[in-house]
């Protein structure tokens, strides 16, 4: 099954990139970007319709917080869904991220399990649902 969303992949690692990459396309998503820090990804997301973003929390350039401040701080893409890619899923670094609202974390190692499951969920919030253009 194809799925139309975009989905923008954002990892400074280009092992991890390759990953979720291939991930996304065995799920069936067609249309992967990829970016290595915040600073292209906010670019990318101000160039184009993305419909997700899996953004890493580590990163040289612009961070993954920074990035995700960003994001909310934008009026065009304040609802933009995105998910935290991080190794650190420690309950006080998740309540510390808990109020830029990330819309799920997968924690690496990422296995195609969790990244359909965190995936569905954010497709399942009618808020989330946006028009394919």
């Given at each position: 099954m194809a799925y139309a969303q975009?989905?923008?992949?954002?990892?400074?690692?280009?092992?991890?990139?390759?990953?979720?990459?291939?991930?996304?396309?065995?799920?069936?998503?067609?249309?992967?970007?990829?970016?290595?820090?915040?600073?292209?990804?906010?670019?990318?997301l101000r160039g184009r319709m993305i419909d997700?973003?899996?953004?890493?929390?580590?990163?040289?350039?612009?961070?993954?917080?920074?990035?995700?401040?960003?994001?909310?701080?934008?009026?065009?893409l304040v609802d933009m869904p995105v998910a935290m890619v991080t190794a650190r899923a420690d309950e006080r670094f998740v309540g510390a991220i808990r109020p830029l609202e990330p819309?799920?974390?997968?924690?690496?190692?990422?296995?195609?399990?969790t990244l359909k499951s965190c995936l569905d969920r954010i497709w399942a919030n009618p808020e989330t649902a946006r028009p394919a253009v």
């Open positions: 975009r989905i923008l992949v954002v990892d400074d690692q280009d092992s991890m990139r390759q990953l979720l990459c291939s991930a996304l396309r065995a799920l069936g998503y067609t249309e992967v970007i990829t970016a290595a820090n915040g600073s292209e990804a906010l670019k990318i997700a973003v899996l953004l890493d929390v580590e990163m040289p350039v612009m961070g993954g917080l920074e990035c995700l401040r960003a994001i909310r701080d934008d009026p065009k819309r799920g974390y997968l924690v690496k190692p990422v296995t195609a399990a």
